[in-house]
């Protein structure tokens, strides 16, 4: 009886130590989780970088993602040109959406879609997930939200992976529209 009496209290403890160590581990990661998420599901758009600091790029849940701009639409279509240009990859397109519009007496805020790629880097894609095609090449939005605050957007490369299957070592073939639109953006 002696051993079944002493082993009760010792469950006990140990049962109500492991309970507060995972209410406290749970709580920590809500925590973190909140510190790292919230920014970038918060931010309305209005936010201006200070103090030096980056501005986070939003990502919503259709796989766009969508960087703070620190030019007007023009200005940034004009770096992302001349990035493209230095770096030799086709600009296969400019739409000016807003332009189009105010053809037909329609007014909106300044759009431009700029389409661009290379047949080495996109024919791989499309050999290997066919589907891919309809996303590529690849695109790259600069806009103005109803604030005047210029985006930078363009799909998620791991978004046109996980929609159309592409194999993981040929990822590195679109990946590259991130760091073009970050550029073009700062």
Do not use: C
Not at 121 to 126: D, H, I, R, S, Y
């Amino acid at each position: 009886m002696g051993l079944g009496y002493s082993a009760r209290p010792h469950t006990t403890t140990l049962f109500v130590a492991t309970s507060v160590f995972l209410a406290l581990a749970g709580i920590g990661m809500a925590i973190y989780l909140l510190s790292v998420r919230g920014p970038a599901q918060t931010n309305s758009g209005n936010d201006s970088p200070s103090n030096g600091e980056r501005a986070m790029a939003v990502i919503t849940d259709n796989g766009i993602i969508s960087i703070p701009s620190n030019h007007s639409v023009d200005q940034a279509v004009e770096k992302l040109r001349g990035i493209l240009q230095a770096k030799q990859v086709t600009l296969f397109a400019l739409v000016d959406h807003s332009g189009e519009a105010e053809k037909v007496g329609m007014k909106m805020r300044p759009t431009k879609l700029l389409i661009f790629g290379s047949p080495k880097a996109g024919t791989p894609l499309m050999l290997a997930a066919p589907t891919s095609a309809i996303d590529l090449p690849l695109k790259i939005l600069i806009w103005e939200d109803a604030n005047g605050k210029v985006w930078v957007s363009y799909n998620a490369p791991a978004y046109l992976q996980g929609r159309h299957g592409i194999p993981e070592d040929l990822l590195q073939n679109i990946a590259v529209v991130g760091t073009l639109a970050a550029k073009a953006a700062e």
